[in-house]
């Protein structure tokens, strides 16, 4: 997570000088003809909806081929959450939780921001007037069909099994539309501002309540009772977006740097690194020495069980903790939306994708099978939910192999011959179309008119 009348970066302008681009930027890996580059929030639909003629002139682009191999990773890393248990025997943290666990939907998140910084003019340009106009209106389109397959999938898809991201990413990309025009340090200075003081907002809302999982949305929740879904999405669901807009907003910031610059995008590993151990060192002061997890202790087993306790703590919560003490706003627990848990998956989201942008410019062969799954996420994604759904697909180690296998072998055999996945060719079909409604509309001149007195 088009507009054809604006350019991509071509291979000569270098992999970091994105220019206006609402279809904009995508790519081919390792000269496998049309791999193209999303360019989308993943996995909510194609944002780029580049047209294949520019996807064929993007070849090899260092830069977009880390990007998608990044989205690879975070597909691949919320299917290993889908598939494995949380723990082990001994009550641990199962290794694929403790990798992915909170950590991929963070990333994909991130890469929101990432694309539609992209596909509305990079750091050269932002939109104004009738460009951002047209952008917005192909923004809303993208969340509007994203939306409505998250609510169908919710019918489909069991909550226990997988929670549906999309109706939440929908949210996003709508909270994005007055930031497409913000500069790098606004975007910066809003996304310090949300991790500070939304997850202590929604802890003084929702004062009183206790979490609860929230199941997978459907199209009759949001007719039966639109008010609730609202919250829901916003505030006390899994993905809840008004917290979840800081990924966007650093996201989007990023997509604005020059990330061509070596330089550049070893500042972002360097900055997301020390978000990580300044995020650990801050929850551990607070938990270990001044003596909080004593005081969560004390207070969760009034209303737990020991087992929901310790499964908490492992696995983390359903996108909210408890208000019965504001010590759970010391936790960084997998999706507990806590100042701590933002920032350091901000911090692991930077790390993995300057890394791969970095990686990407030594090589892309090994890149491109996570490249090819990243450029075509929406399909892939949905795809894996209804595998999941499916009583003949295995779960555990099995299941996982199965899936990642097929989806990977799909997306290299489909990009040899398409420039988009199938489900992102119908979004950015949609979304280009309004696009290009908005920018040939007549203009309306305002001019003094004389009137008989």
């Known amino acids: 997570m088009s507009a054809e009348s604006e350019t991509a970066p071509s291979p000569q302008q270098g992999p970091g000088s994105t220019v206006t681009a609402a279809p904009a930027v995508r790519d081919s890996v390792g000269g496998v003809s049309g791999l193209s580059h999303a360019c989308d929030p993943v996995p909510s639909g194609d944002v780029a909806g580049t047209p294949p003629s520019t996807a ?8 977009l081929v880390g990007i998608d191999a990044a989205r690879g990773i975070a597909l ?14 001994d009550g641990t943290a199962s290794l694929a939780w403790t990798l992915a666990a909170g950590k991929s939907a963070a990333l994909f998140a991130l890469l929101a921001g990432v694309g539609i910084a992209f596909t509305t003019g990079g750091r050269r340009r932002r939109p104004t007037g009738r460009t951002w106009t047209a952008q917005a209106a192909s923004l809303l389109v993208r969340a509007l069909i994203i939306g409505v397959v998250g609510l169908a999938l919710g019918h489909l898809v069991p909550t226990d099994s997988a929670g549906v991201i999309l109706p939440y990413y929908a949210v996003l990309f709508v909270l994005a539309v007055p930031l497409l025009s913000l500069s790098i340090r606004a975007l910066v200075v809003l996304a310090t501002v949300i991790v500070l003081a939304v997850p202590v907002l929604s802890h003084l809302l929702r004062a009183g309540t206790a979490p609860v999982i929230v199941p997978n949305m459907t199209v009759t929740d949001l007719v039966d009772h639109p008010l609730q879904v609202l919250v829901e999405l916003t505030v006390t669901g899994q993905y809840p977006a008004l917290a979840w ?16 610059s070596r330089a550049v995008v070893g500042a972002v590993v360097l900055v997301g690194g020390a978000l990580v151990v300044v995020s650990m060192t801050v929850s551990w002061l607070l938990l270990d020495v001044l003596g909080g997890r004593a005081r969560l202790d004390q207070v969760a087993l009034q209303s737990m069980t020991p087992q929901e306790y310790a499964d908490v703590t492992t696995s983390g919560w359903n996108g909210t903790t408890p208000t019965d003490t504001g010590w759970w706003l010391a936790t960084r627990a997998p999706h507990s939306s806590t100042s701590l848990d933002l920032a350091y998956t901000i911090g692991v989201a930077l790390v993995v994708l300057g890394a791969c942008i970095l990686l990407g410019r030594m090589t892309t ?8 799954a990243g450029s075509m996420t929406l399909t892939l994604y949905c795809t894996h939910l209804v595998m999941l759904s499916a009583p003949a697909v295995p779960g555990g180690p099995t ?9 990977v072998a799909f997306a290299l055999l489909w990009s040899r011959g398409h420039a988009r996945g199938p489900f992102e060719e119908l979004v950015a079909e949609a979304a280009g179309a309004v696009r290009r409604k908005v920018l040939a509309a007549p203009r309306t001149e305002h001019r003094g008119a004389h009137r008989k007195h």
Not at 56 to 63: A, K, V
Not at 365 to 371: E, F, K, S, V
């Open 56 to 63: 064929e002139s993007l070849r090899s682009t260092p830069r």
């Open 76 to 89: 691949v890393g919320m299917i290993a959450v889908h598939q494995f248990e949380a723990t082990d025997a």
């Open 245 to 260: 807009l800081a990924y966007l907003c650093v996201g989007l910031a990023v997509g604005r740097a020059a990330l061509s």
């Open 365 to 372: 062969t090994l890149l491109r099978p996570l490249a090819a």
């Open 399 to 407: 299941g996982f192999l199965l899936q990642v296998a097929v989806l």
